[in-house]
Antibody, heavy 118, light 108 residues
Framework: QVQLVESGGGVVQPGGSLTLSCAASGFTFSNYGMHWVRHAPGKGLEWVSF????????YYADSVKGRFTISRDNSKNTLYLQMSSLEAEDTAVYYC???????????WGQGTLVTVSS | EIVLTQSPATLSLSPGERATLSCRAS??????LAWYQQKPGQAPRLLIYDASNRATGIPARFSGSGSGTDFTLTISSLEPEDFAVYYCQQRVNWPPLTFGGGTKVEIK
């Protein structure tokens, strides 16, 4: 069965950096695009970033552009999100999600919490 | 950026009742609209994609309709496990992929 397991969340100070990972199993990872979506406390869902299956084309929300970098290692079935210059507004549960047709997420991980606080 | 507005913000209903949730787009999204269900502490779950297609394993009591700017998610008879927050999301014009603000379906 499809499994997506995020890791790497934690508490970080404003201006700090963190890298999230998403380990995928149960499907051919290299055949699918992947997304990061976040859920801030008390707010709705927000799409963060998308990487196509080849790992070359990458897309970002304006709120994270220039600060976050999405990448993937198809040999390790792993998706990454490098986050830098973190702000309090980046505090959220971060989910990785599998793309079944561009922009439709058919499987999600359980999420990893990122807290940006001094 | 396409803005999705969901209404109502909260829907108070009893098990067995019919739930009708609305999602309105700021411009046409054709039928490129999905619905997700999220329960507290859980990841979202895909219910409906491309306006009216049920995802794998989703019960028939969930149905989606609409095109252009107005969409509806209908739950024909609420089961206890259906009380949750529901989000619509568009994929016609991206980036960014955008979500609505959510509708909470709560037990009356």
């Amino acid at each position: 069965q499809v499994q997506l397991v995020e890791s790497g969340g934690g508490v970080v100070q404003p201006g700090g950096s963190l890298t999230l990972s998403c380990a995928a199993s149960g499907f051919t990872f290299s055949n699918y695009g992947m997304h990061w979506v976040r859920h801030a406390p008390g707010k709705g869902l927000e799409w963060v970033s998308f990487i196509r299956l080849d790992g070359i084309s990458k897309y970002y929300a304006d709120s994270v552009k220039g600060r976050f970098t999405i990448s993937r290692d198809n040999s390790k079935n792993t998706l990454y999100l490098q986050m830098s210059s973190l702000e309090a507004e980046d505090t959220a549960v971060y989910y990785c999600a599998k793309d079944v047709r561009i922009g439709v997420y058919d499987y999600w991980g359980q999420g990893t919490l990122v807290t940006v606080s001094s | 950026e396409i803005v999705l507005t969901q209404s109502p913000a909260t829907l108070s209903l009893s098990p067995g009742e019919r739930a009708t949730l609305s999602c309105r787009a700021s411009q046409s999204v054709s039928t490129y609209l999905a619905w997700y269900q999220q329960k507290p502490g859980q990841a979202p779950r895909l219910l409906i994609y491309d306006a009216s297609n049920r995802a794998t394993g989703i019960p028939a009591r969930f149905s989606g309709s609409g095109s252009g700017t107005d969409f509806t998610l209908t739950i024909s008879s609420l089961e206890p496990e259906d009380f949750a927050v529901y989000y619509c999301q568009q994929r016609v014009n991206w980036p960014p992929l955008t979500f609505g603000g959510g509708t909470k379906v709560e037990i009356k």
